[in-house]
T-cell receptor, first 117, second 111 residues
Framework: DARVTQTPRHKVTEMGQEVTMRCQPILGHNTVFWYRQTMMQGLELLAYFRNRAPLDDSGMPKDRFSAEMPDATLATLKIQPSEPRDSAVYFC???????????????FGEGSRLTVL | GNSVTQMEGPVTLSEEAFLTINCTYTATGYPSLFWYVQYPGEGLQLLLKATKADDKGSNKGFEATYRKETTSFHLEKGSVQVSDSAVYFCAREDSGYALNFGKGTSLLVTP
């Protein structure tokens, strides 16, 4: 059963520490997204990649967040230094645009719940 | 600006009641529209979609019709079950295939 795998599922850390979240997209999917979910803001798009190249990271605070795809099977989201306001659930999703419209289904991982104290 | 607006929750219904969750969007052109569902502790899953005006998406008894005149994509189900309790997200496809989500509507169905 193909699925998007995210690690860690839960992370509690102290303010100022570095946090790295990892995502393994579904094999064959060429588009990978990072979303952040909070009660106040809902789901926010942080960044996304197509064929490992970053397409848009305008939703991401550049001073502390970074997203990369070292290879087709791994996407990472790093926060350094972390702050309490970064506490949220971070979702990775992957997909494969179909046809000319790009309309297709996104497959979400179970999320990484981050708590920064 | 471009956005997706959903009705505020939580919505509480008795089993077998009729469900409507409103969703309206703003956009230039006619983007594809989606409903995703999130069960507790899980990621989002696609529930249904519509790719052009007047299309009706349907799945598991849920339906939504793409109405360009009213820029709406309301979710409906004729008879809800306890297992439908979840958070429902309306979404619009943006450029580059990214999805712009509404804030989500929590549904609780009681026996």
């Amino acid at each position: 059963d193909a699925r998007v795998t995210q690690t860690p599922r839960h992370k509690v850390t102290e303010m100022g520490q570095e946090v790295t979240m990892r995502c393994q997209p579904i094999l064959g999917h060429n588009t990978v997204f990072w979303y952040r979910q909070t009660m106040m803001q809902g789901l926010e798009l942080l960044a996304y990649f197509r064929n490992r190249a970053p397409l848009d990271d305008s939703g991401m605070p550049k001073d502390r967040f970074s997203a990369e795809m070292p290879d087709a099977t791994l996407a990472t989201l790093k926060i350094q230094p972390s702050e309490p306001r970064d506490s949220a659930v971070y979702f990775c999703a992957s997909g494969l645009p179909t046809g000319g419209t790009g309309t297709g289904e996104l497959f979400f991982g179970e999320g990484s719940r981050l708590t920064v104290l | 600006g471009n956005s997706v607006t959903q009705m505020e929750g939580p919505v509480t219904l008795s089993e077998e009641a009729f469900l409507t969750i409103n969703c309206t969007y703003t956009a230039t052109g006619y983007p594809s529209l989606f409903w995703y569902v999130q069960y507790p502790g899980e990621g989002l899953q696609l529930l249904l979609k519509a790719t052009k005006a007047d299309d009706k998406g349907s799945n598991k008894g849920f339906e939504a019709t793409y109405r360009k005149e009213t820029t709406s994509f309301h979710l409906e189900k004729g008879s809800v079950q306890v297992s439908d309790s979840a958070v429902y997200f309306c979404a619009r496809e943006d450029s580059g295939y990214a999805l712009n989500f509404g804030k989500g509507t929590s549904l609780l169905v009681t026996p």
